[in-house]
């Protein structure tokens, strides 16, 4: 049991992992602070010292590291990484805007506790990133797009699909249009991603 005397039995801890600004994290918090989220954010890692990810988590008073990448092997860093959300009893990690691609013994150690989000509907644009996803989709005339939460594996953007939520691509969408839309349902997604996972162990 919990040491946590406050803590709801079932509340799943989250280790969120990103290197930008984080805005789906900002959606989790809120349903986290609303009560729609039985979830507390254990521990956010970036490895860019100055992502906002990080002020955005100590805004919120949840526990920010900064993990430099540079002349570390993949799996070093990956090492650093996993002793933090072990230290911290992270039950379920999410990739949000990390870019990096991940050691095979980092996906091995927390295979199916390990969620990525991907700005399209997955096996499209698989191995794309952020906007250059927004700019094929554009290109290909889509009629519709949206976003993937899948587990993470060894195989970039290749694990088991969780849950996808769509959007449709208006004539007159730019890039910075879609990816607005596509944002806005990512953290959605997020949610119900968690809450599927809940259930699962329940």
Not at 4 to 11: D, F
Not at 21 to 26: E, F, R, S
Not at 66 to 94: C, P, W, Y
Not at 152 to 180: A, F, M, N, Y
Request: negative net charge; contains cysteine; glycine residues 8%.
């Amino acid at each position: 049991m919990s040491t946590l005397t406050h803590e709801h039995p079932n509340t799943i801890k989250l280790g969120v992992i990103g290197s930008t600004n984080g805005t789906d994290l900002q959606v989790i918090l809120d349903a986290i602070a609303s009560g729609e989220l039985n979830a507390d954010v254990s521990v956010v890692i970036s490895n860019r010292k100055n992502a906002y990810i990080l002020e955005r988590a100590e805004n919120h008073n949840v526990p920010a590291v900064f993990i430099s990448h540079k002349g570390k092997s993949r799996q070093e860093f990956d090492a650093e990484m996993t002793a933090v959300l072990n230290e911290r009893g992270v039950d379920l990690v999410l990739l949000i805007g990390f870019m990096r691609i991940l050691s095979a013994e980092f996906c091995q150690d927390w295979q199916d506790k390990l969620l990525n989000v991907h700005p399209s509907l997955l096996p499209k644009y698989a191995g794309g990133m952020d906007a250059n996803v927004h700019e094929e989709v554009l290109k290909n005339g889509e009629k519709e797009t949206g976003c993937t939460i899948h587990f993470v594996t060894d195989e970039v953007d290749g694990g088991p699909i969780l849950i996808q939520k769509k959007c449709k691509v208006s004539p007159d969408d730019t890039v910075d249009s879609l990816k607005t839309k596509v944002q806005q349902l990512e953290g959605l997604a997020f949610i119900e991603s968690i809450k599927l996972i809940q259930g699962a162990h329940v």
